[in-house]
């Protein structure tokens, strides 16, 4: 079983930067496709971006393109999704995923572990 504990969500201002962390338990982290998440009020869970197993490459959705980014350390069993001049409309409860495979697809069903989720809220 593998448990993964998002953090580093809060209240930031439009054209404010987060960090979002993801930490996993167990000892086969790295072999794990992950992806980022996001569920705004009233609307369906929604792809962000993922990265393969050695964080050599990296997939984001237009919205955020040029604006996250996902990286990950090894070491740590850890995620991240440094998100930069944020806006309104990426309010939501943010959520990190793993892929046994190793893939990083943007279907929410192909994934196997889900962290709980971090708010994350952008005033104007």
């Known amino acids: 079983q593998v448990q993964l504990v998002e953090s580093g969500g809060g209240l930031v201002q439009a054209g404010g930067s987060l960090r979002l962390s993801c930490a996993a338990s167990?000892?086969?982290?790295?072999?794990?496709?992950m992806g980022w998440f996001r569920q705004a009020p009233g609307k369906e869970r929604e792809f962000v971006g993922g990265?393969?197993?050695?964080?050599?490459?990296?997939y984001y959705v237009d919205s955020v393109k040029g604006r996250f980014t996902i990286s990950r350390d090894n070491a740590k069993n850890t995620v991240y999704l440094q998100m930069n001049s944020l806006k309104p409309e990426d309010t939501a409860v943010y959520y990190c995923?793993?892929?046994?495979?190793?893939?990083?697809?943007?279907?929410?069903?192909?994934?196997?572990?889900w962290g709980q989720g971090t708010q994350v809220t952008v005033s104007s």
């Open positions: 995923a793993a892929d046994v495979r190793g893939y990083f697809a943007g279907r929410r069903d192909e994934y196997d572990y």
């Open positions: 990265l393969s197993r050695s964080g050599s490459t990296t």
């Open positions: 167990g000892r086969t982290f790295s072999s794990y496709g």
